[in-house]
């Protein structure tokens, strides 16, 4: 059993930057890929990308590809979302996620345990 506790979301301007962390524990992380999605009010949970068990791969969806850039450190057992260049659309509460296997790992479906989430809102 794998606990994920999101941190770092907060309000921040158009244009800003915020990094989130999310803390695993009770598993093998290193064992894992790690997703990001984000669930905007009224609207599902959506992709926003994924880092292989080593680090070595990442995948972004096209909304955030460019912008956005997903670290992890396996010593620390902390995958990372660093986000540039806010705009109001990204504005969600963000997830991260542990999946099994790295190719393909774009849905919901795809990860067996997930955090609580954390607020991210953007304001213009």
């Known amino acids: 059993q794998v606990q994920l506790v999101e941190s770092g979301g907060g309000l921040v301007r158009a244009g800003g930057s915020l990094r989130l962390s999310c803390a695993a524990s009770?598993?093998?992380?290193?064992?894992?890929?790690m997703g990001w999605f984000r669930q905007a009010p009224g609207k599902e949970r959506t992709f926003v990308g994924v880092?292989?068990?080593?680090?070595?791969?990442?995948y972004y969806s096209d909304s955030v590809m460019g912008r956005f850039t997903i670290g992890r450190d396996n010593a620390k057992n902390t995958v990372y979302l660093q986000m540039n260049s806010l705009i109001s659309e990204d504005t969600a509460v963000y997830y991260c996620?542990?999946?099994?296997?790295?190719?393909?790992?774009?849905?919901?479906?795809?990860?067996?345990?997930w955090g609580q989430g954390t607020q991210v809102t953007v304001s213009s």
């Open positions: 880092i292989s068990r080593n680090g070595d791969h990442t």
């Open positions: 009770g598993g093998t992380f290193s064992s894992y890929a």
């Open positions: 996620a542990a999946a099994p296997r790295y190719l393909g790992a774009f849905g919901t479906t795809d990860y067996a345990y």
